[in-house]
């Protein structure tokens, strides 16, 4: 059945699993209160960098099963369902900042009428399905009957429209039986897992896994300086563990820890979730502390290879958080760079997709979208973000370019004994316990 659905929110998880509704032939229009991004978005022009989003909301502005808009209430009322997809930041004190959800609910509820069901998308507290659904009924006609439904989203930005069609799972947590069906059949050409939930189940199983991918990210990069001691390689100690299946071979890469836009702020929101009924989730904790702490190693490890920093000038080959995004929220690099700042250095930066916004958060660095660029005249190479483009250069080019023949690579990118064939003094992460008595 095709469905009439208003996505409201068109940040990453709005517009790409709006664009995807409408890709399996729902109609949906996609609200945002930013008008600018709105008069883009209705030119098919893409403010985010996202593989294939472009081609896809394009064809489907044009088969007419996708359009933008800012009026609210129009969207809400020509829509059968309602998909709410706004930001939750974390707020100083670590709560969830939950503003943008009561903006929407406030705007749109004394204007629904019949049966709507709102569909709670963004990442949200435990409670949160409950306490939409009593505040939107007390604000809503009387003749209006709201379920609230929770789906989560677990797509990954970079591979958002293909984790949008090939999820692991789809989770759906309602209290009304016919609604929870509705929403597990606008997915229907998705063919996966399909859990059927109570709603406070599904709103904390989304912390779960980010929670627990954090942790198995930490964990790693707990054994990589365990390894570093002992003179084991860290790849190879993931992979043997990987391939126990109760393990999986998934998110053991070493490295400087997690950043971007949920794995920073959905830790902190479930340890102060925690908190607020008393419990001291001790391993989040240390989760947490241990990627902070695995930016600061890696810049002791930049100053230990390099001795002092004083005037040197170090070229950062990536910026955005991960690669294939151009988003530098809670980035790993913009941390490092400000830290290597402090210690006197210059920066030259490289990005691909993320140079231009990153000039707005930076200051005093050249940002480049040509590597080559960045890396001429450095004293060292550091990787922060594993770019294919990196993996591409030419690395006899590279030595012939940077003054000293030194890459300290945040990713673990190559193998050891290939950049040291090269001729280059190669740091990586878990690896390096032998080259670090050699180097400068
Ligand atoms: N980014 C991801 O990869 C990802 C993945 C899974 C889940 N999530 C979760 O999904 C939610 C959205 O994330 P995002 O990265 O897309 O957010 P975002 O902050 O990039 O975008 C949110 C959008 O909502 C709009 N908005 C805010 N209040 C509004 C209102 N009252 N009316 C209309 N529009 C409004 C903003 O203008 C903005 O464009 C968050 O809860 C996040 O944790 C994000
Ligand atoms: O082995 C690994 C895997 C990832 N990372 C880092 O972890 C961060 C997050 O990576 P990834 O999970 O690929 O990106 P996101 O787009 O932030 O996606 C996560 O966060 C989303 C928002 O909640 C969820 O929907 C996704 O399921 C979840 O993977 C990045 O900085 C990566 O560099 C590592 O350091 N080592």
């Given at each position: 059945?095709v469905?009439?659905?208003?996505?409201?929110?068109t940040?990453y998880v709005g517009?790409v699993?709006g664009?995807?509704?409408a890709?399996?032939?729902?109609q949906?229009v996609?609200v945002d209160?930013?008008?600018?991004?709105?008069?883009?978005?209705?030119q098919?022009?893409?403010?985010?960098y996202?593989?294939?989003?472009q081609?896809?909301?394009?064809?489907n502005?044009q088969?007419?099963h996708l359009?933008?808009?800012?009026?609210?209430?129009?969207?809400?009322?020509?829509?059968d369902?309602?998909i709410?997809a706004?930001?939750?930041p974390?707020l100083?004190n670590?709560?969830v900042d939950?503003?943008?959800?009561?903006?929407?609910?406030?705007?749109?509820?004394?204007h629904?009428?019949?049966?709507?069901?709102?569909?709670?998308?963004?990442?949200?507290p435990?409670?949160t399905g409950?306490?939409?659904e009593k505040?939107t009924?007390?604000?809503?006609p009387q003749?209006a009957h709201i379920?609230?439904?929770?789906?989560?989203?677990?797509?990954r930005?970079?591979?958002?429209?293909?984790?949008?069609f090939h999820?692991?799972?789809?989770?759906?947590?309602?209290?009304?039986?016919?609604?929870?069906a509705?929403i597990?059949?606008?997915?229907?050409?998705i063919?996966?897992?399909?859990?059927?939930t109570?709603r406070?189940?599904?709103?904390?199983?989304?912390?779960a896994s980010?929670a627990?991918l954090?942790?198995k990210?930490?964990?790693?990069?707990?054994?990589a300086h365990v390894?570093e001691k002992v003179g084991?390689?860290?790849?190879?100690?993931a992979?043997?563990?990987?391939?126990?299946r109760?393990i999986?071979?998934?998110?053991?890469n070493?490295?400087?820890g997690?950043?971007?836009?949920?794995?920073p702020?959905?830790?902190r929101a479930?340890?102060?979730?925690a908190?607020?009924?008393?419990?001291?989730f001790?391993?989040?904790?240390s989760?947490?502390e241990?990627?902070?702490?695995q930016?600061e190693?890696f810049?002791?490890?930049i100053h230990?290879?390099?001795?002092?920093?004083?005037?040197?000038?170090?070229?950062?080959?990536g910026?955005?958080f991960?690669p294939n995004?151009?988003?530098l929220?809670?980035?790993p690099?913009l941390?490092?760079?400000?830290?290597?700042q402090k210690?006197g250095a210059?920066?030259s930066?490289y990005?691909p997709?993320?140079a231009?916004?990153a000039?707005?958060?930076?200051?005093n660095?050249?940002l480049?979208?040509?590597?080559?660029?960045a890396?001429q005249?450095?004293d060292?190479?550091v990787i922060?973000t594993?770019?294919e483009?990196?993996r591409?250069?030419n690395?006899?080019?590279v030595?012939?370019?940077i003054k000293?023949?030194?890459?300290i690579?945040?990713?673990n990118m190559f193998?050891?004994?290939?950049?040291?064939?090269?001729?280059f003094?190669?740091?990586s992460?878990?690896?390096t316990?032998l080259s670090?008595e050699?180097v400068?």
């Open positions: 059945m469905e009439r659905i208003a996505v409201i929110g940040g517009l699993s664009t995807c509704f890709e399996m032939g729902h949906v996609c209160r930013d008008e600018n991004k709105i008069v883009r978005l209705q098919a022009d893409i403010p985010i996202e593989p294939g989003l081609e896809l909301v394009a064809a502005m088969s007419g359009s933008f808009t800012s009026n609210l209430v129009e969207a809400v009322k020509v829509s369902i309602i709410i706004v930001g939750t974390t100083d670590g709560d939950m503003s943008q959800v009561r903006s929407v609910i406030a705007g749109m509820a004394p629904l009428t019949a049966t709507k069901i709102i569909v709670m998308k963004s990442t949200v435990v409670g409950r306490w939409v505040q009924r007390e604000l809503a003749h379920h609230v439904v929770s789906n989560p989203e677990f797509l930005e970079g591979s958002a429209i293909h984790d949008t999820p692991d799972r789809i989770v759906i947590g309602s209290e009304h039986a016919e609604s929870g509705r597990a059949a606008i997915h229907a050409p063919r996966t897992e399909l859990l059927m109570d406070e189940s599904a709103e904390l199983i989304k912390y980010n627990f954090a942790a990210i930490s964990f790693i990069n707990e054994m390894c084991a390689d860290v790849g190879f100690v992979k043997g563990m990987g391939l126990d109760r999986g071979p998934h998110f053991l070493a490295g400087i997690y950043g971007g836009s949920c794995f702020k959905d830790t479930q340890l102060k979730i908190q607020n009924v008393d419990y001291d001790k391993i989040l904790r989760v947490i241990v990627n902070q702490l930016r190693r810049v002791n490890k230990r290879t390099l001795g002092d920093l004083e005037g040197k000038r170090i070229a950062v080959m910026l955005a991960k995004t151009d988003d929220r809670d980035a690099a941390d490092i760079i400000a830290a290597l210690l210059n920066i930066a990005d997709a993320a231009v916004h000039s707005k958060l930076l200051t660095v050249s480049h979208i040509n590597p080559y660029d890396l005249n450095a060292a190479m922060a594993e770019w483009a990196i591409q250069l690395y006899n080019l030595r012939s370019m000293q023949p030194v890459i690579d945040g990713r193998e050891p004994k290939e950049m040291s064939k090269l001729g003094t190669y740091i992460i878990g690896r316990a670090l050699m400068i």
